[in-house]
C-alpha cells in the first residue's frame, strides 16, 4: 500500500490559499447538495486535557472519507494534530497530514468564503482580534477575495 505523508513544510509548499478557497467553496456547494458528510466532532477527556475527533466525506464526484485528531489542553490545541485520508470506494489510506497548518489553512479558507460572499465588494477596511496562526491565514484568506486599503 503506498500513501503519502505530508508535514506543515509540504502543507506549505503545496496548497496555495486561493487552492484552499476554492476547496471551501467547493465542500460548501457538496453540503449543500446533500453530498458532504460531516458529523459534530467530538472529544475523548483524559482529566489533564483531550483528544479531539472530526471527521467526514465527499459521497459524490471525487469520493473520500477521513478524519483529523489532534490534543488540546485548556481549551487549546497543542499543535499536535493528525489528518488521514482514504479513498471512499476502496477504503486504502491515501495520506496522513501532520502538524496544525492544514487546519489552519482551512479554517482560514472558510473565512474567505465567508468574506467572499457576505462582505460588500468595495469593502476597503478589515480587522482581525488576535495575532496567531488562524490571523494570519484570516488575513491571507481575506487578501485573496477583496483589496483592502487598511
Not at 487552492?19 to 458528510?37: K, P, V
Not at 472519507?65 to 486504502?92: I, N, Q
Amino acid at each position: 500500500m503506498t500513501f503519502h505523508v505530508l508535514s506543515n513544510e509540504d502543507v506549505a509548499r503545496l496548497v496555495t490559499m486561493k487552492e484552499a478557497i476554492e476547496s471551501m467553496e467547493e465542500a460548501f456547494r457538496a453540503q449543500a447538495e446533500g453530498a458532504l458528510i460531516a458529523p459534530a466532532r467530538f472529544q475523548v477527556d483524559s482529566g489533564s486535557g483531550a483528544l479531539v475527533f472530526t471527521a467526514g466525506a465527499l459521497t459524490k464526484r471525487r469520493k473520500v472519507v477521513g478524519f483529523r485528531a489532534y490534543s488540546a489542553r485548556a481549551g487549546l490545541a497543542s499543535g499536535a494534530h493528525l489528518t488521514a485520508v482514504f479513498d471512499g470506494e476502496s477504503g486504502a489510506l491515501e495520506g496522513i497530514i501532520t502538524g496544525e497548518l492544514l487546519g489552519a489553512v482551512r479554517t482560514g479558507a472558510i473565512g474567505g468564503v465567508a468574506i467572499k460572499y457576505m462582505s460588500r465588494p468595495d469593502s476597503k477596511r478589515l480587522g482581525i482580534l488576535g495575532s496567531g496562526i488562524q490571523a494570519r491565514t484570516q488575513l491571507e484568506a481575506a487578501a485573496c477575495v477583496r483589496r483592502f486599503e487598511s
